[in-house]
């Protein structure tokens, strides 16, 4: 049965810095491109930042320099660091597992998302 399952997210003030991490389960880690995406209440589910399978990156652009993807393929697991925090910033987090290196929401396997707040 595959599984991601997201943590890390939470509330923080302007600045500050969380670390969202992605478990998987259920199929090959190291085989799949995994990313993060983000939905703002109203707005359409974005992407955040993406990595290959061999660890290539690419980011949206506003969020390079603010957010680091990162993946560990020995303990099945994705990362998003994420520094100097802003307010729209504020969405629900999905992490991403896909087969190809796919930039849209569709497709995939998803984790169930976890909430960032950033506010005062």
């Known amino acids: 049965q595959v599984q991601l399952v997201e943590s890390g997210g939470g509330s923080v003030q302007p600045g500050g810095s969380l670390r969202l991490s992605c478990l998987a389960a259920?199929?090959?880690?190291?085989?799949?491109?995994m990313s993060w995406f983000r939905q703002a209440p109203g707005r359409e589910r974005e992407l955040v930042a993406i990595?290959?399978?061999?660890?290539?990156?690419s980011y949206v652009h506003s969020e390079k320099g603010r957010f680091t993807i990162s993946r560990d393929n020995a303990k099945n697991t994705a990362y998003l660091q994420m520094n100097s925090l802003k307010p729209d910033d504020t969405a629900v987090y999905y992490c991403?597992?896909?087969?190809?290196?796919?930039?849209?929401?569709?497709?995939?396997?998803w984790g169930q998302g976890t909430q960032v707040t950033v506010s005062l």
């Open positions: 259920g199929f090959t880690f190291s085989d799949y491109a």
């Open positions: 990595i290959s399978r061999t660890g290539i990156t």
């Open positions: 991403k597992a896909d087969r190809i290196w796919r930039l849209t929401p569709e497709g995939g396997y």
